[in-house]
């Protein structure tokens, strides 16, 4: 999963995507598309068929939940707000890259035990990004992004962590879908932005497009220890497929006849109204979605941890799918 790896180091914190423009094109030129972007960020190609009747989007988003600075400090401290979902206790002693024109290595420092009183350590005030630096009013300006850092690690049983799996590893697996596609059904794989803080992205990208359907691909909660295992799925036991209010569960169904019939591993589950993913924005532009998730553990963390083996599996899934059959 060497571009998987890649992937996970692009920044691109919502709103900021364009940082990560070089690193997204040659992500999908390694699997032989040739990508183009929008005035909005999105990263898309298209993979045509000739004299197919049907075109069919894969999404997948290139956003990250991330960090901006909001003030900066004597002594090279910065305080910072966070951009998407994150829960803050989660960020002590964090690493981080300030996304400044030369980029600077930071760390988010905690009060040591020895000094801390009681609730201490959960102050906003008291997480600050540390850079070392005598001058930062000079080289960090207000408002700029900041990345969580994490080395992608190998754990055992085919299982990755770093931080951004949610959704690179969404993006990885369409584009290795896209590889294999043979089918005389026309493709467009898109990486869409601004996912994290608010959906826009995919909306945005569609206001002047249309599809006959669009696949959204994005993580769900991996089932450990703690967890509702209701609304959590185990990792490395196949991917998910959703029924929902808002997406096309006559193609759900068929997919997961094929599923069956296939013996291919995976799980179901339901989303009664907004699912919270690009598959709202999608219908809104009156374009038919389905959802197929990747199951992660620790999400919107610096440790996001999936399966390899679910993300081949779900690739093959959408390379080998009767698509056309389905669209009739």
Not at 3 to 21: D, N, R, Y
Not at 71 to 93: A, M, Q, S, Y
Not at 225 to 248: A, H, M, Q
Not at 273 to 282: D, I, L
Request: contains cysteine.
């Amino acid at each position: 999963m060497k571009q998987l790896e890649k992937a996970t180091q692009i920044p691109a914190v919502s709103g900021f995507e364009t940082m990560g423009k070089d690193g997204f094109f040659k992500l999908f030129e390694k699997f032989g598309l040739t990508p183009e972007i929008d005035s909005h960020g999105n990263i898309f190609a298209e993979k045509k068929a000739p004299l197919s009747q049907f075109h069919i989007l894969i999404d997948a988003h290139i956003d990250e939940i991330g960090l901006i600075v909001t003030e900066v400090l004597d002594g090279g401290f910065l305080r910072f707000d966070t951009v998407g979902g994150i829960d803050k206790t989660n960020l002590l002693c964090q690493e981080v890259t300030v996304l400044s024109e030369d980029p600077i290595y930071g760390v988010i420092g905690a009060v040591p035990p020895h000094l801390a009183k009681k609730g201490d350590e959960k102050k906003d005030e008291v997480l600050l990004i540390d850079t070392g630096l005598k001058n930062a009013k000079d080289k960090i300006p207000v408002g700029t992004p900041v990345k969580l850092k994490s080395p992608f690690l190998k754990l055992k049983n085919d299982q990755l962590s770093a931080a951004v799996m949610d959704d690179r590893a969404g993006l990885v697996t369409g584009l290795m879908a896209a590889k294999k596609w043979k089918q005389n059904v026309s493709l467009t794989v898109v990486g869409s932005t601004r996912e994290e803080t608010g959906l826009q992205g995919l909306s945005l990208f569609l206001k002047d497009r249309t599809f006959d359907l669009a696949i959204i691909l994005d993580v769900t909660h991996g089932y450990f220890e703690g967890l509702n295992p209701c609304r959590s799925y185990p990792v490395g036991e196949g991917f998910t497929l959703c029924y929902g209010g808002i997406l096309d569960n006559r193609i759900t169904r068929m997919m997961e006849t094929a599923l069956e019939k296939e013996n291919i591993p995976h799980h179901t589950e339901l989303e009664p109204s907004h699912p919270g993913t690009n598959a709202y924005g999608a219908v809104l532009r009156r374009v038919p979605a389905v959802m197929l998730s990747i199951p992660l553990k620790y999400m919107h963390t610096t440790r996001e941890t999936l399966s390899e083996a679910d993300m081949r599996s779900l690739a093959d899934f959408l390379a080998g799918f009767d698509w056309e059959k389905a669209l009739r």
